[in-house]
């Protein structure tokens, strides 16, 4: 289920991996408040070089970070909350995210996208997930890394790609050292098939632990585009009852929908979506609107079968 065989957590193994890009491959760290507030969770190397801090703006960084990666350089844009996605995708989805197809050169920009939980008094601007929108730009390689291995053969994707590269993180898997494994059930039939997405994989591994007389697989998805399943996850997925994918993103018209949709074609088994609810998160406790907790999905997938 998660087995612990990395020496490193994921928030050093991104330092690691950062160093490495700017001693060895002509990269170089973008981003706002990269130093101010602990290295952006210890997920930055400690140094001068190769580190830009830029002003407090919020929408010139990736217009930056194109130029960089077009003057030659292997640029990581830190997005250090994913609302600010919003206000920087216009550089990213016009000219980084069309420009092998469209003018034939390549832009090589890796976008390090941090995702919060909407707790603690984060607000509307500061929580959240948004990685759905970028799925809708052909150019744009899309990932949910959640571990330190995971994150590492995204690196290597990047190293060996000269095309944009979306890396949604969730600051949920920073401390963690875990390697997240699928989990398939070995009985003939099982109540539910969960395909889980950024930190609700976390929550999903929590509810396979705590299913009690439900029988559940759980397959992790870390690739958003391209998206493929291999054969034993959709045999995996016939012997459910049901299928239920979970994201930490806003449900509606988002990741969950469409992965749910594209599952259905290939399974003829009944999927779900699971995801945020379709309301802007505050900063008082009762309009918190965080990732699905496994009590909530186990109470969903209950109901689910119970309806069917």
Known sequence: MGKKNSSKTVAETISELSKNLIDK???????????????????????????????????????????????????????????????????????????????????????????????DGQGPLH???????????????????????????????????????????????????????????????????????????FSAMAACKEAENLKLNLINIVWLNPLKFNKKDIETLKKSKIGLVIDASYEYCGVTESVAYKLQLLSKVPVYAMGLKNNLPGVNKINENGTPTAKEILDKIRFLIKKK
């Open 127 to 201: 929580a959240n997930n948004y990685h759905s929108i970028f799925l809708n730009v052909p150019g744009i390689s899309v990932c949910a890394p959640m571990t330190p291995n995971e994150y590492r053969k995204v690196w290597d994707h990047y190293l060996k790609h000269d095309t944009p590269l979306l890396v949604s993180e969730h600051r949920n898997s920073y401390k963690s050292s875990l390697e997240i494994k699928n989990i398939y059930n070995k009985s003939k039939s099982t109540d539910a098939t969960i395909f889980a997405i950024s930190s609700a994989r």
């Open 25 to 119: 491959h002509n990269g170089v760290i973008i981003g706002q408040c990269l130093t101010a507030v602990g290295w952006v969770q210890n997920t930055v190397p400690k140094q001068k070089r190769g580190i830009y801090e830029l002003q407090m703006t919020d929408i010139s960084g990736a217009g930056i970070a194109v130029g960089c990666a077009l003057g030659g350089s292997r640029p990581v844009l830190v997005i250090r909350f994913q609302s600010f996605l919003w206000l920087n995708s216009s550089p990213i989805v016009m000219h980084a995210g069309i420009a092998k197809e469209i003018f034939g050169y390549g832009c090589p920009i890796l976008i390090r996208a941090i995702a919060s939980e909407s707790a």
